[in-house]
Every structure is written in C-alpha cells, then in structure tokens.
C-alpha cells in the first residue's frame, strides 16, 4: 500500500503547499485540477471551502486552536467584531505543552513536510531565545522552495524583531503589506 502511495502522483500537493503557506489566490488558481481521482476531489473541498469561508466549517467552532487560527485569518482581513468572536468563544488554550506534543507527532510522520516546517517554526518563536534563529532559517528555506507569501516574510519579520535586526524586519513586513494589498 505504502508503495503504491509512493508511485501515485500527489496531484494536491501545489494546493495543499499553497494553502499551508498563506498563497490563497495561488491556491484558488490551482485548484481546478483535470482527470482527479473521486478520493483527491473529496479531499480539495475543504481546502477550497476554508479559503472561502474557514470559521463557518464545523471543524473549526469545534476546535480551540482552528478557531484561535479563524480569528487571525479574520484580524488580518479586518473583521474585527467577527475576529473576536471566534477567538473568545472557547475559553483558554495551554498551547505550549500541546503544540511541542503535537509537533513531535508531525516530525515523527514527516519531518520536511511543509506543515510541519511551518509548526515548528512558530513553535520556536514561541519559545523564544536561541530558537528564533532556527525558525528564522526554517522561514528563508520555505521561501527559497516556495513562491514568498505573506506568512513566510510575516514570520521572517517577526524573527528579525527579536534578534534585533529593525531594518530587515521593517522591508519584510513592507514586501507582505505590499503583497496583501496588490491581493485586494
């Protein structure tokens, strides 16, 4: 079976990759995909409904953290009431404990996996000191692989401010402003 997966052409994985990093027209640009099997059309829905409409899916008023991720994806397009909504409607959330679990669990299944690299990336920049460096070089090799979206340069920004480095953090956080508004 595992054999045969490999053989298989992952016929998702511009979407999935597009979606993971944040290139959600890139990901509406490629999603319709010619000759997919039933199982790959089932399984492009949920992807294509969360770029429309994520806090709406049942998956997410369920989950903590995918309503702590709705409420970002809404700040960031300026829903501000609805932002706040969703981030207060489960109660508190002890993530640390439970994102390090779950991180290991991700490596563990694929460590070069594109979500996984991401996770560990914030990860490192929740915990803080030396591992801003390893999520700051996580986030350039995501960008040297993947077309630079916002949350790849948002991310390298956010490190550049901790290490101390201003300037460079100020031209990424202007290259993503800029890239959010040519969107738009």
């Not at 992807?47 to 806090?55: A, G, I, R």
């Not at 929740?126 to 790849?152: C, H, N, R, W």
């Amino acid at each position: 079976m595992e054999e045969e997966m490999a053989a298989t052409p992952d016929h998702l994985f511009r979407l999935r990759n597009n979606f993971y990093l944040g290139g959600n027209q890139a990901a509406i640009n490629t999603s319709d995909l010619p000759n997919l099997s039933q199982d790959d059309s089932v399984e492009r829905l949920p992807c294509l409904s969360f770029l429309h409409c994520p806090w709406q899916l049942p998956a997410i008023a369920n989950n903590s953290i995918s309503r702590l991720i709705a409420g970002i994806m809404l700040l960031h397009g300026e829903d501000y009431s609805e932002a706040l909504k969703h981030t207060n409607a489960g109660g508190t959330v002890e993530l640390s404990d439970y994102a390090e679990k779950q991180l290991r669990i991700m490596q563990q299944i694929d460590e070069d996996h594109t979500l996984t690299q991401l996770a560990s990336a914030w990860l490192n920049l929740a915990v803080g000191g030396s591992k801003i460096q390893e999520a700051y070089v996580i986030f350039q090799d995501l960008s040297e692989k993947y077309p630079m979206t916002g949350l790849i340069l948002n991310g390298k920004a956010v490190c550049c401010i901790h290490m101390g480095n201003s300037d460079e953090a100020e031209t990424l956080l202007l290259e993503a402003l800029n890239k959010v508004s040519l969107r738009q």
